[in-house]
């Protein structure tokens, strides 16, 4: 019961925090757009705070690669923190390259800021930059999180110089028609289908009998949550695991606490701890995770941004940003965040001090850090002609051992499994969709 009582305190700290916009961490201040790097800055001349002598590689053609992610003035916004953990988790990834091959050969620009009203404008100059540029051969885009924004750059995609090697990581692609209107030559994103099939597969390999999963009306009606939910029932049912479905106020985000506290804790009391949770949005995961903590029920996944680093750190009670002493040019404190190895170790730690070893998992990297290294490096792959250069042709064992090679330098023997889309009409070869293995804590 005092387990129960101190869930209920964090539920209502972290209520607290999103009104507040309380980032002590972050500085938090309200951007100001004159402040921010000029958008139109020729490629490649911009300063970058990477030490030449962190490269160790050399990128095995003349030329650049370009990588368009989302603006890192999230890092300092008002925006609830899962997010801010989600953008970073593809920072972190950039920066890695940057440091391999240098900013010289890889080129980081950003989408504008949520909702910016220049926000077109910015984009168009992006492309434009891209496109103007010769020695750019190839882009890896991040969608824009800002709604508005993020249909402009797929039509913006039509502009883009024919001979650019193009990778697009979407969101919520998930019909034939959607993908086909999209110029690029590799398409990736998260495959929402088998998502919902491995969970299954996983939470029952981690005990479970039943599954409740939260959502709301809105988030179902995104076609990608609605497929993996499906599937989720579908498989469920196959294996005799049964399956609540519940409506919450998503947007509350963490008001949501106290009553998921009751909820949960309800049906622990009447089913069993052998349920697994899910939650279809991420400002819900570490109030999710903590109440599994407390419980002693399973948790298999996050799921809008599927990474260690949501929910899990804040579940546990783990510090992992830390404080490097220096500002950046807006007067912000500079956070470093911890390595992946790091938190697993600290996770792994915590969960068994919880008594909670084999009960939670994750996917074993960052869905993002993934997705976006091994388009970059098969973008690598393709303009030195190692893979098929026929346009709609991706060597899924290519991307396969790619995957392999960026896990193991984190120590992790893990990968990702990709497949071409499919449907009733067909094959979309460079439409690939993937999953990555998962991760158990505590063992």
Not at 56 to 76: C, M, S
Not at 300 to 329: C, H, K, M, W
Not at 416 to 425: N, P, Q, R, V
């Amino acid at each position: 019961m005092l387990k129960i009582k101190k869930i209920i305190a964090i539920s209502l700290i972290l209520l607290i925090v999103p009104l507040t916009g309380c980032r002590v961490q972050f500085a938090v201040k309200s951007p100001d757009f004159s402040e921010q790097p000029d958008t139109n800055e020729e490629l490649g001349n911009e300063e970058s705070d990477i030490d030449d002598t962190l490269i160790t590689d050399e990128l095995p053609f003349d030329g650049k690669i370009v990588i368009v992610t989302n603006t890192d003035t999230i890092r300092y916004s008002d925006y609830y923190f899962e997010t801010i953990d989600a953008i970073e988790d593809e920072f972190v990834s950039v920066e890695a390259l940057t440091a391999k091959y240098g900013p010289e050969r890889v080129i980081h620009r950003h989408w504008p800021y949520f909702w910016d009203p220049n926000g077109e404008e910015i984009i168009d100059s992006i492309f434009r930059d891209i496109s103007e540029d010769p020695e750019v051969r190839a882009a890896v885009l991040m969608h824009s999180i800002p709604y508005p924004e993020y249909s402009y750059v797929e039509k913006s995609l039509q502009n883009i110089r024919d001979d650019i090697f193009v990778v697009y990581i979407p969101l919520f692609l998930s019909e034939r028609e959607e993908v086909t209107d999209i110029k690029a030559d590799m398409i990736i994103q998260t495959d929402a289908k088998r998502m919902g099939e491995a969970y299954v597969k996983q939470a029952v390999s981690m005990g479970a009998d039943t599954i409740v999963y939260y959502s709301s009306p809105w988030f179902r009606s995104i076609p990608t949550i609605a497929k993996s939910r499906e599937t989720m029932m579908a498989a469920a049912e196959q294996k005799g695991v049964k399956f609540f479905d519940f409506d919450v106020l998503i947007e509350g985000g963490s008001a949501m606490g106290p009553y998921l506290t009751h909820e949960m804790t309800r049906l622990v009391e009447s089913l069993g701890n052998n349920i697994a949770f899910y939650s279809s949005h991420a400002n819900l995961q570490s109030v999710v995770l903590s109440l599994v903590s407390a419980t002693g029920a399973i948790f298999v996944q996050t799921d809008e941004f599927l990474s260690p680093f949501i929910g899990y750190p804040v579940a546990f009670e783990i510090e992992y940003r830390i404080e490097t002493g220096e500002e950046n040019e807006l007067g912000q404190k500079v956070i470093r965040r911890s390595e992946l190895p790091e938190l697993l170790q600290s996770l792994d730690e915590a969960v068994d001090a919880a008594g909670m070893s084999g009960r939670i998992s994750s996917w074993a990297v960052p869905e993002r850090s993934m997705w976006i290294t091994i388009g970059f490096m098969y973008a690598v792959e393709w303009l030195s002609g190692n893979v098929p250069q026929r346009h709609g042709v991706i060597d899924i064992e290519t991307l396969e051992k790619l995957a392999r090679e960026y896990s193991a330098q984190f120590g992790l023997e893990t990968g990702a499994s990709f497949e071409a889309f499919t449907d009733d009409e067909g094959t979309i070869g460079h439409y690939i969709l993937g999953i990555i293995d998962y991760y158990v804590f505590g063992r």
